[in-house]
T-cell receptor
Framework: GESVGLHLPTLSVQEGDNSIINCAYS??????FIWYKQESGKGPQFIIDIRSNMDKRQGQRVTVLLNKTVKHLSLQIAATQPGDSAVYFC????????FGSGTQLTVLP | KAGVTQTPRYLIKTRGQQVTLSCSPI?????VSWYQQTPGQGLQFLFE???????NKGNFPGRFSGRQFSNSRSEMNVSTLELGDSALYLCASNYGPSYEQYFGPGTRLTVT
């Protein structure tokens, strides 16, 4: 069945370093992918999205890469800051949004 | 522009009771979706409403129901509560054609 999974449940990075969060998906019919950030006590916050006709999309300090051949999605955060500490979810949309299990990103001082 | 609001923020209910949660979307948004978030199952889609019509429904029992009003506000109801219904219930809205969903802070439901 369809599923969206994340490679690592936790990730720790030093402040100022770049972070890479990975996600695997299995539904080849997915045509839209989204990354969300969820801080403690808050709802998920939209970070960046990408459609299946693209390989890469950049935002402010964030880049999403899509590799349809291996059904892999990644989120890169440049110059990670303490405020980036949160749980990051990838989600795919095929009719409805299906979320991955999340990666807890911790930024170390 | 005000964000998505959900009421109440916290709720404690007893097994067997029913509960109604409310969601007010961002002004102008006509689509509302509901999700259940638990540590074990993560974020799971419940249902989506657009212009008072249910467009999609997730894989939840019939005890979970929802509706949307003409002003786009939405409610979800859970009847005959079970301990496993304890979760954070999130509401998200979007304009409709746009895929970007904006989430509210959620309602934390505890069933004892």
């Amino acid at each position: 069945g369809e599923s969206v999974g994340l490679h690592l449940p936790t990730l720790s990075v030093q402040e100022g370093d770049n972070s890479i969060i990975n996600c695997a998906y299995s539904n080849s019919a997915s045509d839209y992918f989204i990354w969300y950030k969820q801080e403690s006590g808050k709802g998920p916050q939209f970070i960046i999205d990408i459609r299946s006709n693209m390989d890469k999309r950049q935002g402010q300090r964030v880049t999403v890469l899509l590799n349809k051949t291996v059904k892999h999605l990644s989120l890169q955060i440049a110059a990670t800051q303490p405020g980036d500490s949160a749980v990051y979810f990838c989600a795919e949309k095929v009719g409805q949004l299906t979320f991955g299990s999340g990666t807890q990103l911790t930024v170390l001082p | 522009k005000a964000g998505v609001t959900q009421t109440p923020r916290y709720l404690i209910k007893t097994r067997g009771q029913q509960v109604t949660l409310s969601c007010s979307p961002i002004s102008g948004h006509r689509s509302v979706s509901w999700y259940q978030q638990t540590p074990g199952q993560g974020l799971q889609f419940l249902f989506e409403y657009f212009s008072e019509t249910q467009r999609n429904k997730g894989n939840f029992p019939g005890r979970f129901s929802g509706r949307q009003f003409s002003n786009s506000r939405s409610e979800m109801n859970v009847s005959t509560l079970e301990l496993g219904d304890s979760a954070l219930y999130l509401c998200a809205s979007n304009y409709g054609p746009s895929y970007e969903q904006y989430f509210g802070p959620g309602t934390r439901l505890t069933v004892t």
